[in-house]
């Protein structure tokens, strides 16, 4: 049984914080997914990773296949990147959800 | 483009009834997927659907059922519901087969079981 785990659950930083998000995952998976979900419940796709990393603006995610490790990274943080962000592992025909950490950044 | 919509937003139900959930997917995808997410959690895959047929499922009893159109918009039908329905449901469409690209979500519908 695939289990994706998260780390921290909760994250409170500083305006301008570089900020890491990790998700590990226990069995091989064919794609990884990052999402942002704001307060309401809407969820936006971020990234999907099966190898190497990928940047887009502030946002940085990276995948670790044989140690089953992916980060997500965001450089100089702002309020509005407060959300909750969850990886989502695609195991062949399964998508599993991690239980998402909740980022709070001060201005 | 409108993106995935979802409707009713909120909807508060008895337990014992059966509730509709609709999904129109993004404009060009063909498959829809739905979610359940619980509060404080993280979502849990219900089923997909492709070409008017389920594909793939998760661990949901059979009081949880779907439908597509052949316009590729879904419905979501719980049956006999309990407290612990009470939940977010989240519809993604994507182009081709589950998060095999990258899947669109609404804003789900906030489902009440009282």
């Known amino acids: 049984k695939n289990e994706v785990e998260q780390s921290p659950q909760n994250l409170t930083a500083q305006e301008g914080e570089f900020i890491t998000i990790n998700c590990s995952y226990s069995?091989?998976?064919?794609?990884l997914h990052w999402l942002q979900q704001h307060p309401g419940g809407g969820i936006v796709s971020l990234f999907m990773?099966?190898?190497g990393k990928k940047k887009h603006g502030r946002l940085i995610a990276t995948i670790n296949i044989q140690e089953k490790h992916s980060s997500l990274h965001i450089t100089a943080s702002h309020p509005r990147d407060s959300a909750v962000y969850i990886c989502a592992a695609r195991e062949s025909d399964k998508i599993i959800f991690g239980k998402g950490t909740r980022l709070h950044i001060l201005p | 483009d409108a993106g995935v919509t979802q409707s009713p937003t909120h909807l508060i139900k008895t337990r014992g009834q059966q509730v509709t959930l609709r999904c129109s997917p993004k404009s060009g995808h063909d498959t829809v997927s739905w979610y359940q997410q619980a509060l404080g959690q993280g979502p849990q895959f219900i089923f997909q659907y492709y070409e008017e047929e389920e594909r793939q499922r998760g661990n949901f009893p059979d009081r949880f059922s779907g439908h597509q159109y052949p316009n590729y918009s879904s419905e979501l039908n719980v049956n006999a519901l309990l407290l612990g329905d009470s939940a977010l449901y989240l519809c993604?469409?994507?182009?081709?087969?589950?998060?095999?690209?990258?899947?669109?979500f609404g804003q789900g519908t906030r489902l009440t079981v009282v």
């Open positions: 069995v091989g998976i064919s794609a």
């Open positions: 990773l099966s190898s």
């Open positions: 993604a469409s994507s182009p081709g087969q589950l998060f095999e690209a990258e899947a669109f």
